[in-house]
Every structure is written in C-alpha cells, then in structure tokens.
C-alpha cells in the first residue's frame, strides 16, 4: 500500500466525524469556522483526520475526580 492511499484512508468526511464524534454536522462546520477542531482542506472540501480527532477528542475529555473519603 502506498502513502498517499493511507493519508486518504485516514480522512473522513463531516457526515463521517459527525456520527464517530457524536457531534451534528452543522456543530462540526461552526467548530471548524472558529478553529476548535482540527480539519483539513482538501480543494475545497473539509475533512477530517482520524488520528487528530483522536488526539482531539483525548485533550478533551474530562476525568472524574478522585472521590474523598470522609
């Protein structure tokens, strides 16, 4: 398999990264306008790719705190 292949294979559309994040298509684009997503522009399209949102989705998730002992 070549790079290029494997680049493309990583790159999901909106409608894609909508239903992986669990995010509306429209709060994906509002997202993607205000730079709080990591996208990519392919021509004219907006993509998306798998290892960022991971990345993304990591930072920011918010952990549970450690419960106190009373």
């Not at 990583?10 to 429209?26: F, H, N, Q, S």
């Not at 730079?35 to 991971?54: A, E, N, Q, S, W």
Request: overall charge positive.
């Amino acid at each position: 398999m070549n790079k290029n292949s494997d680049i493309v294979n990583r790159l999901i559309t909106v409608k894609e990264a909508a239903t992986y994040t669990g995010l509306a298509p429209d709060t994906l684009y509002t997202m993607v306008s205000q730079r709080r997503i990591p996208y990519v522009k392919v021509g004219r399209l907006t993509k998306f790719d798998l290892g960022l949102l991971d990345v993304w989705i990591k930072q920011h998730t918010v952990m549970p705190m450690a419960s106190k002992v009373v």
